[in-house]
């Protein structure tokens, strides 16, 4: 795509337009494609890397600038940049069908990889691949939300999945040491928030080692912190418990 200005004929390519509607009128700013994801997960900071220019046109396509006393009725100022900020932050990105079809086919591949990479089949302890993941996800009609992360919607995906085949999120290893007196008590207080407890270990301490789903992690580190006012530790031993190869339907 490549655009003309006719007051100095500046050539915009590569432009990603963000476009907001506001008092009635339309409103857009030129910005790099790929930049604007960036700028608004707080990735890129220089705005200068984010926009192609400062200026607001009412039609970036066509360089029609916009008014001076638009963007004063429509945003109570004519400061281009600090209204490029707003647009930026708050419009919606045009792009193309083939480029959304190219992006939401991104996101699912990306989506099926954090599944893959999360998760085990329970009875094996094996890993999916993502090209089976994929086909699961196919077979349950999941379509991607182009508003939401990728990491929301794999814990979607994982929960829906779950109806249809055996997985579900690998475990951690974990280590606890308690001081004895506090130990026996919290280890109570723990067990709803264990899968399996692997050893235990009585001596001048409480050491035991056991798996957990990843989403208690926060949970029992704060929960021994507040406990043992910070005398207990906790270790991960392993991020995930899974055994070598991969798993395969049969």
Known sequence: ????????????????????????????IACYKNKVVG?????EKDLDEVLQTHSVFVNVSKGQVAKKEDLISAFGTDDQTEICKQILT????????????????????????????????PETKRPYTVILIERAM???????K???????????????????????RAHMRLRFILPVNEGKKLK???????????????GQQLEIVCLIDPGCFREIDELIQKETKGKGSLEVLNLKDVEEGDEKFE
């Open 90 to 121: 708050k419009g919606e990105v045009q792009v193309s069908d083939k480029e959304r079809h190219t992006q939401l086919e991104q996101m699912f591949r990306d989506i099926a990889t954090i599944v893959a990479d999360k998760c085990v089949n």
């Open 39 to 43: 700028w608004r997960s707080g990735v």
């Open 146 to 168: 182009p508003n939401k992360s990728t990491k929301q919607q794999a814990l979607e995906v994982i929960k829906q999945l779950k109806e249809k085949m055996k997985i579900e």
């Open 1 to 28: 795509m490549s655009i003309f200005t006719p007051t100095n004929q500046i050539r915009l390519t590569n432009v990603a337009v963000v476009r907001m509607k506001r008092a009635g009128k339309r409103f857009e």
């Open 188 to 202: 109570d207080k723990l067990k709803p928030l264990i899968k399996v407890i692997e050893s235990e270990d009585y």
């Open 138 to 144: 196919k077979d349950i009609h999941y379509s991607v």
